[in-house]
Every structure is written in C-alpha cells, then in structure tokens.
C-alpha cells in the first residue's frame, strides 16, 4: 500500500477517534464555564451511546440521535439537581451518576437486545463526502469524508466559541463559574446558569456516545465508552477551557490513539504494546505538564454557588 | 442465600439470574461469572450451562456476578456454606480465592475455568483452545493473498496467548513465509477501539483476522464486513452469524458440554480432582466451518485441514501451544 493511503488512512481514522472526545469535550468546557465539573460525563456518553443504539434498532439512525440527546440530558439533569440545586459534592455525585449509568445501562440493553447483544445490523450514518472540499488531496478524504456527527462537531467549535465569549448568556454563565457570589450580587441567576450548562454538556456528550455507535462500530456493548468521559475532561484542561483549544487537545488524543493501532498493527517488535496503549496519555501529560503555568481553570469550578471564590 | 443476594445488590444493574437454590436433596450448583452474562460470549456460555444443567441433570442451580477479588471470593465461601456441591469460578482468576475458600469446605468442589492447578477440590477446567485455532490459522495461512494475517486480542492473559500460538502455528504449518500482527487492545467492552485497532491491521496488509477479545471484536467483525477480499475467523463461540459471507470458520468452546459433563462425573459419585482437560477429542474444543462459505472454499484445503483435525484427536499432531502436564 503506498504511503499516501497509509497517511490518508491514519489521518481518517485520527479523526474518527476525535469525534466522540471533541463532542463530549465541548460540552464539558460550557459546563465547566459555568462552574459544573461533570465526572457524570462518561455516564452521559454511555447512556447516548445506548440511547443512539435503541433509536438505531428501530430503523432510523436520527432517532437514534434524539434518544441519545435524551440521555445525555437525563443524566446531566440528575446531576444538575443534586449538585447545584441540593448543593452536593460535584466530584460524588458526578461519580454516582458514571457508576448508576454503567448499571442501568446495562440492563437496559440486556431488556432490549437480549443476550445475544445489538448485533451489526443496527441503522449507521455512513460518511459523507463534502462536495468540492471532499476533492482535495490528502486533506479532503482525511477531514471531508467523514460522517455527520464529525461535521456537526467542526460546527459546534465556532459556535461554542461565540456562546461562550458573544453572547450575554455566556457572559453570564462564565460568571456564574468564575465569580458565583459576585455574580449572584450583579443579579444573574447562578443555578438556572449552572443548570443550562450542564445540559448543554449533557447534550452533547449523549452525542458524542451516540457518535460510538451510529459513526463508528455500529453496535452497543456494554461499558463501551470505556472511559472516553474521562479523556473528555483531561482534554477540556488540556484546551484550557478554550473551544479552539479543546478541538486541538482532541485531535492530538485521536493521532496519538491512531498512531498506537497503526504502530502495533506494523508488527514493529521491540516496543512493549502496554506502552502503545499508554501513548495517548503520556502525550497528555507532556502537554499537560509543559502548560501548566498558563492554564487556569474557573475559579468556582466544583464550588457551591454560595462558597466565596 | 442472603450473601449472594447481598453481593447482588452491590453489584450495580448485575443480572441476578438463576434461580435461588432450595434446601434438599437435589444436588446444587451455583457459578461465579466474573462480568455480565450478556456478553454473547464468555459469560454467556457459561450461564447457558447452567441452565442446560437444571434442565437436563435436574439440579438446583444459581448464578452471581463478582467483579472484584474481594467479591469473587465472597461469593464462593457463600455458596459453599450453604451446602453447594459444585461451584464454577467462571476464569483463571478465581483460581486463587477458590483455593483460600476450599480448604474450609471439603464438600464442595470447585471448578476453575482456564484454572491453573488441582488443590484439594479445587479443579482447573482447561480447553486446549490452540487445537482448534492450529486449524483456523491452516485456513487463514492457505487462503491469505497478502501473506499476512492478523490478531485482535482483549487482554495478553494466558489463554488468550495460548490461541494465538496456535493461530499462529497452524498458519505457517500452511504457509511458512506468513506474516503475523498482533494488536491488543487492554479492553473486552470497547468495540470502537476493536473496530479502530483491526482497520488500522487491514490498511497494512492484513487479510486474514482472528480475534479473542469478547465483545470488543465486534468492532473486528465490523470493520472486516465494510472491507472486500477479507476474511475473519471467530473466537469461543460459532460467530458465523456476525459476518455470514465473510467468517471462514470459528474456533468454538462448548462451555455447556464442559460443565455437564463434570456435573455428571460428580453426581455418579465418580469425581476424582484431576485437570479437567477438554480438546477436539472431547468436542467441547471445536472447529466449526461456516457452511454459507463453504462452497467457495477449495476441496482439497477442507480436506487437508480435516486431516489434520483427525490427527491432533489422535494425537499424531500436537500443537505446540500446549501446557506441561
């Protein structure tokens, strides 16, 4: 096989991996914006991922997609209402939620596919080629022939940016997660803010599970995000709670993913596969390592709405 | 009964299935799956097992799940307190625990899957999987265009390398100059990462793919149906009905057939702690040709690895992959 179709190869399949974590990253920068650090996103994604699945079963990817948005704000609002409302620990009961959506996940797909699991013959979204764009070598089949899910997430950087930073609602929400008691004093209402970030948080991490499924292997397993929640939040620190910053940390965890599969899948011998596995983090916590004196994160991140920041 | 209800409840959404043993003549038999029994799988096949075991030796069955170390052992000091004559410890790692619960409960035996030694009544059940991977890999060795063929594995545990081995022995017993890849993957649930891994094994080459990697390899069977001109070959169970024009053959562990006929041995009064040893002589290890593809393969390779098949049962052949005794 010639170079360029190893290149376009690892280039299209560093994209793929990314779509899920740029999803779910996203959405956890907005609610890390507004002061909600959401360890229930790895929850959210498994529930999207089973959401998408069941949807997926009866014949229609898109209701899949709703399902999957469903769940994602299921999960965001349960800890939306016990965190910011009942004023728990964000970290127990972010974990709680994660820990609840592996078992009724679970249960949920043992009740629907039986125990012969969702099979492969679920309805997908299958890539789409870009016109035009789609055309140019190398970058065209890398970027522009993906499924939709991927485009959606090359959309949502922009907008997120100007939600976040243009907007009075994100001028609010971001004060709700810096400053919740000074912004409570200039009259903004932190919870609803908080609340509203979570679930657009919630949202789309239900999207990127759905993304799983629908995008990529289509099929459900369980615990099959295999903590891809988790990346999604190292990735937020790593884009510094920046949108643009976000995408770039996202494509970086999908290259060093590819580039382990491609390098095993060489059959180069010498280096042990665990640290293969282990690049994508490792890298992370290079980069992590070298921008810590830059990155900041909200200063009532993980706070109660009353505590002084 | 009230423990294994309790670790039950611990364990999150766990299936809970089986019914609950009742005090009585009627031999029981409970078993310890190490994750769920919905995995189309390992798990599964153990359950259906159990189940086959009530309905065909009429015994009292019930079933737990146990993640952790702690709780795998909780769960059979359990049973056996309450008087089970046989608990499966669904893995190698039950192993260990069996052996610290065993010494207390001389009634009861204990059978370890892919366990490692006999210790009082604690019995290894082992499947010499790599007889029938040898032939899987004679397949692939004959019928690969690239001379390259390909592994996905879950975890690098030794039954696992033991399959491979033998994938890999019987390939090059075809085809001396083939070329092996092997990619692991750390996880049996993550299938997008088992779909990623065995694209990233197809663009260099590969054209032959053999798994051991439970649900994650649904991601194998995935990507090979979206890939013209390759094949895959299926792990533990007949898959056959994942990819029906692209599995050549599944190389097939017939749990049910392994437990009842241990169950039997006990209930006869006829058990002595051995290695439960199972091959193809046994038919619990299988190779399993997928009949929709078997038209499109050649006469003579069907015939040469049948042979071989005959002569690994005979013992004529052995595949190399095998434990000393």
């Given amino acids: 096989m010639s170079d360029d179709a190893i290149l376009i190869g690892f280039g299209a399949a560093t994209v793929r991996v990314a779509t899920p974590l740029l999803l779910a990253a996203l959405g956890e920068t907005v609610s890390e914006r507004g002061g909600v650090l959401n360890l229930g996103i790895e929850g959210a994604m498994l529930g999207g991922a089973l959401g998408a699945a069941v949807g997926a079963a009866q014949g229609s990817a898109v209701v899949g997609l709703a399902l999957a948005v469903a769940a994602g704000l299921v999960a965001a609002l349960l800890l939306a209402a016990v965190s910011v409302w009942g004023r728990a620990d964000q970290i127990i009961a972010g974990t709680a939620v994660t820990l609840a959506a592996v078992g009724v996940t679970g249960l949920v797909a043992q009740r629907t596919f039986g125990s012969a699991g969702a099979g492969l013959e679920l309805a997908t979204l299958q890539p789409v080629e870009v016109p035009l764009l789609g055309a140019i070598p190398v970058v065209g089949p890398v970027l522009f022939r993906q499924s939709l899910l991927t485009y959606l997430g090359y959309l949502l950087i922009p907008l997120t940016w100007w939600l976040l930073y243009r907007t009075r609602f994100g001028l609010e929400l971001r004060a709700s997660g810096e400053a919740p008691t000074s912004a409570r004093a200039a009259g903004v209402a932190v919870r609803w803010r908080r609340t509203a970030g979570a679930l657009l948080g919630g949202a789309l991490a239900g999207l990127g599970g759905a993304s799983l499924v629908l995008a990529q292997v289509g099929t459900f397993t369980e615990k099959m995000t295999a903590g891809r929640g988790f990346i999604a939040i190292a990735i937020v620190v790593l884009g510094r709670w920046h949108p643009g910053g976000v995408a770039l940390a996202a494509l970086l965890f999908g290259a060093a993913t590819a580039l382990q599969y491609l390098v095993q899948a060489s059959g180069l011998g010498g280096v042990p596969w665990q640290l293969l596995l282990a690049l994508p983090y490792l890298l992370a916590l290079v980069a992590l390592a070298s921008a810590v004196g830059r990155a900041r994160a909200p200063a009532g991140l993980a706070r109660d709405d009353q505590e002084e920041s | 009964m009230r423990r294994a209800i309790v670790t039950c409840l611990l364990l999150l959404g766990a299936a809970c299935g089986g019914e609950s043993a009742t005090p009585g003549d009627t031999l029981r038999v409970g078993l310890v799956t190490p994750g769920s029994v919905a995995d189309a799988a390992w798990n599964a096949g153990a359950f259906a097992g159990l189940e086959q075991l009530r309905d065909s030796l009429l015994v009292d069955i019930s079933h737990v799940e146990a993640r952790t170390p702690a709780e795998q052992e909780e769960a059979l000091r359990s049973y056996a307190a309450q008087g089970y004559a046989i608990v499966f410890g669904h893995g190698f790692e039950f192993q260990q625990p069996a052996e610290r619960v065993a010494a207390e409960f001389p009634n009861t035996v204990f059978a370890i899957t892919s366990g490692q030694r006999v210790a009082g009544q604690v019995v290894p059940i082992v499947f010499r999987i790599h007889e029938a991977t040898y032939l899987l890999g004679r397949m ?151 009949d929709r593809m078997r038209d499109t393969l050649s006469t003579a390779l069907v015939q040469r690895v049948m042979l071989a098949r005959d002569s690994i049962i005979k013992g004529l052949l052995v595949v190399a992959g095998t434990p000393a005794p």
């Fill in chain 2, 140 to 290: 692939a060795g004959a019928l690969t265009r690239t001379n390259t063929i390909g592994f996905l594995g879950g975890m690098e545990l030794p039954p696992i390398v033991l399959g491979l081995r033998g994938w890999e022995e019987g390939a090059r017993a075809e085809n001396p100059a083939v070329d092996s890849r092997v990619t692991w993957l750390n996880s049996f649930d993550d299938a997008a990462a088992g779909k990623e891994a065995t694209l990233a094994m197809l663009r260099l080459g590969v054209d032959q793919v053999h798994h051991n990697a439970d649900a994650a390899a649904l991601g194998a069977f995935s990507a090979v149906r979206e890939t013209p001109g390759v094949l895959i070959y299926g792990a533990n169970a007949n898959q056959a009905s994942l990819a029906p024009d692209r599995v050549a053959a599944s190389a097939v562990i017939d749990l049910p057939r392994a437990m009842l006929l241990l169950t039997r041995e006990v209930l006869a009064g006829e058990f002595v702690p051995k290695v439960e040893s199972f091959g193809l002589e046994s038919d619990v290890v299988r190779f399993e040709l997928n």
